[in-house]
């Protein structure tokens, strides 16, 4: 069974400029999560889909961050402009449902920004 | 506030050696509860967690951990440390009347040989 895809693995870019990460569930996993992970701290939930709505984005910073998942498979992560601040490891999951079901994550995309 | 608590940093063990890495909790109700592992440039992978039923599960790589409900706790554990389990470590708990996902600021072990 495919794992979790998530690409590209690093980025750097420029504060102010624009970046999009890609992410593709694991094949029948309803649920999808959006995390951002800054170094030497637990994730920080971003966005959580369950099909292509929106069930959680509280901590979405929408002003610059934005992510669909239109089709309810993958989804885009896309921040625009970027700051110093986002510099971060950006985590897919997805999970079969939301509940007793433990979360499968991919291997994350790192983002610096300069 | 709902929480979870890894109250070290850093553990290190000496290869060989039983392991605990500790995690408590502050949710209502009877919530669901993780450990997942992270390597270096990885993402997090699900070692084990705790539904209902017997308060000892057992999980990947030879790890298992203890749901004390009373002390709200549930300690990760495992007999023999390898020096490849050396990690981070992150605990999480699912409040199963909302199901947000609870996340600890995780703990770094460090096996040496």
């Known amino acids: 069974e495919a794992g979790v895809a998530q690409s590209p693995r690093y980025k750097i870019i420029e504060k102010r400029q624009s970046v999009a990460f890609w992410c593709n569930p694991i094949?029948?996993?309803?649920?999808l999560y959006w995390y951002q992970q800054i170094l030497g701290q637990g994730p920080k939930l971003l966005i959580q889909f369950q099909n292509n709505g929106v069930v959680d984005d509280s901590q979405l910073p929408k002003d610059r961050f934005s992510a669909e998942r239109l089709k309810g498979v993958d989804s885009t992560l896309k921040i625009q402009p970027a700051k110093l601040e986002d510099s971060a490891v950006y985590l897919c999951a997805s999970s079969q449902k939301t509940g007793p079901g433990e979360l499968f994550f991919g291997e994350g995309s790192r983002l610096t920004v300069l | 506030a709902q929480s979870v608590a890894q109250p070290e940093d850093q553990v290190n063990v000496a290869e060989g050696n039983p392991l605990t890495v500790k995690c408590t909790y502050s949710?209502?109700?009877?919530?669901?509860l993780f450990w997942y592992v992270q390597y270096p440039n990885r993402g997090l992978q699900f070692l084990l967690k705790?539904?209902?039923?017997d308060n000892l599960v057992k999980g990947s790589y030879g790890f298992e951990a203890e749901f004390n409900k009373s002390q709200t706790s549930f300690h990760l554990k495992k007999p023999s440390a390898l020096v490849s389990d050396s990690a981070l470590y992150f605990c999480?708990?699912?409040?199963?009347?909302?199901?947000?996902?609870?996340w600890g600021a995780g703990t770094k072990l460090i096996i040496k040989p």
């Open positions: 705790y539904i209902t039923g």
């Open positions: 999480a708990v699912r409040d199963k009347s909302n199901y947000q996902l609870i």
């Open positions: 094949s029948g996993h309803a649920t």
């Open positions: 949710v209502s109700g009877n919530p669901y």
